[in-house]
């Protein structure tokens, strides 16, 4: 449900660090232009329909021909995976010079979650003895490949797999610092890691391997902010500190990690928590936000709440999402509270007018169009002002005539959504910014998405005009482009210069 929502509303993020870039002629002809941060420039590139990826200088000659997956590359810690053209089973890794540091030699290389590069190291299983090892970002190895499994370095030690099928955790010289001994464990965050006993108990241990906290639960989760979520035999969640005592009582019926200060918690029968499989909206199940003293920031009656998953963010930067039956509510933190800033109705509820559907008939055109907040005082721009919005030339509303609004913040929509291809298409001559680190989505590395930020001073993004027709928008308007609105008939007459999706 919530992934969902948000690529039907769709208005999203990104905020400009760099400078203005003209897109060489040749990007044409390809589907797929991914710009290197290296100099002399080099761009990765791929045609339509196509899976394989190729290297060109900034002149468009060819300088390489690899293979990737049909997902844009994701440079980790400055490494991407890529494919062998000629077996797509192995894996090996290119710098962001579009240099491959290692050969193909790797299963599944970094393609996992829990195999890619952390604290400059990536373990990884070997293709010529089908064990685990780690390398550098150098491409050199670390640990020579002859583990069952490693996981991810964390804290500098990594949880591996003995021969004898116990888990334990090495340092990057490979010396066992904890001895295997546990028939399941997790990383270490915060100087702890839980481990889970042979009769299916979890507690945790320090760097040292000493069970500091006794192994009593029935499920743990990872330290974040001083605390982890445990479960107790009843089936109640709660949180305890790092030495074993309760900082929050196992009251809620599941318990989610601490994020930027909050966490996401539900209330609800024993019966729904045993059918309940970690999506939003099951039935019994209702869904809340408290703070690390435990206080109930968002009480539990919401069909899914959505902590801002975003990483370095200010307090004032955070916006939590709450679902209630079909409406979305937008809140910010403010001393402590939650204090809402926006709120959407879903297309469930919406009686469309004529001309108007969330997906456009025969002979309907749909459209790109950029929102801002109610309170900004700009009600139109012209199209270069807008490129020049997103490709970082204009980075201050002062420069557009609104000097209290500060520092532009201009959102981008998800990864591959209709939406951003629009975006794309209307930047068409000029590079886009990048994203910055502290609005990627931890969890899946792609951008945050959602039209809450819109509601934000300062902020400017874009949805499809369909989009924002089918429900309410309170905070927001969208801006004129050229001098002309993005009403239907505009649309449909052409009046409308900004892109218009068939």
Not at 173 to 201: I, K, M, N, S
Not at 457 to 478: N, R, V, Y
């Amino acid at each position: 449900m919530r992934r969902m929502l948000c690529a039907a509303l769709a208005v999203l993020l990104l905020m400009s660090v760099a400078s203005a870039a003209v897109k060489p002629d040749w990007c044409a002809d390809y589907a797929r232009v991914f710009p290197l941060d290296c100099e002399p420039k080099r761009y990765l590139v791929k045609a339509e329909g196509d899976e394989c990826w190729t290297l060109l200088d900034a002149d468009g000659g060819v300088l390489l021909e690899r293979y990737v997956m049909d997902f844009d590359p994701d440079f980790r810690e400055g490494l991407s995976i890529m494919f062998d053209p000629e077996d797509i089973s192995l894996s090996g890794f290119m710098n962001t010079a579009g240099e491959l540091v290692t050969g193909f030699d790797f299963h599944n290389g970094g393609w996992y979650c829990d195999h890619l590069f952390s604290e400059g190291l990536c373990c990884v299983q070997f293709a010529s003895t089908g064990k685990y090892g780690c390398i550098n970002a150098d491409g050199e190895v670390v640990l020579a490949p002859e583990y069952k499994f490693l996981g991810s370095f964390s804290e500098g030690l990594v949880l591996y797999l003995s021969e004898e099928g116990d888990y334990g955790y090495l340092n990057a010289a490979g010396e066992e610092v904890v001895p295997a001994q546990f028939p399941y464990a997790g990383d270490f965050h915060e100087g702890r890691a839980w481990v889970r006993t042979e009769d299916h108990l979890y507690g945790y241990i320090d760097m040292d391997g000493e069970l500091v906290v006794p192994a009593q639960y029935t499920d743990a989760g990872d330290f974040c902010e001083g605390l982890a979520h445990v479960e107790i035999a009843d089936g109640h969640e709660g949180y305890i500190r790092t030495d074993g005592s309760f900082a929050i009582e196992p009251v809620y019926l599941t318990a989610w990690d601490f994020e930027n200060g909050y966490a996401m918690v539900a209330q609800g029968s024993a019966s729904a928590k045993e059918q309940e499989q970690g999506c939003f909206g099951d039935e019994g199940v209702r869904y809340g936000l408290i703070d690390v003293d435990g206080r109930e920031i968002l009480p539990c009656i919401y069909n899914g709440v959505e902590n801002q998953r975003g990483v370095n963010l200010a307090p004032e930067q955070i916006v939590v999402t709450a679902w209630l039956d079909h409406a979305m509510h937008f809140f910010r933190f403010e001393d402590g509270r939650a204090v809402e800033i926006a709120g959407l109705e879903t297309a469930a509820e919406i009686e469309y007018t004529e001309g108007i559907d969330l997906g456009p008939g025969e002979g309907e055109r749909n459209a790109l169009v950029f929102v801002v907040a109610e309170e900004n005082p700009i009600d139109g721009l012209t199209m270069a002002q807008l490129k020049d919005i997103y490709s970082g030339e204009i980075t201050d509303w002062a420069a557009l005539g609104a000097p209290d609004l500060g520092r532009i913040t201009a959102f981008q929509a998800i990864t591959r959504s209709v939406e951003q291809q629009a975006f794309e298409a209307f930047m068409d001559d000029v590079w886009p910014m990048q994203p910055p680190q502290e609005y990627l989505e931890n969890e899946y590395g792609d951008y945050i998405s959602n039209c809450r930020f819109c509601a934000l001073p300062g902020a400017i993004g874009f949805t499809l005009k369909s989009a924002w027709d089918a429900q309410s928008h309170d905070g927001m308007k969208f801006v004129s482009i050229d001098g002309v609105a993005p009403t239907v008939e505009n649309i449909r007459s052409g009046a409308y210069a900004c892109v218009v999706v068939p």
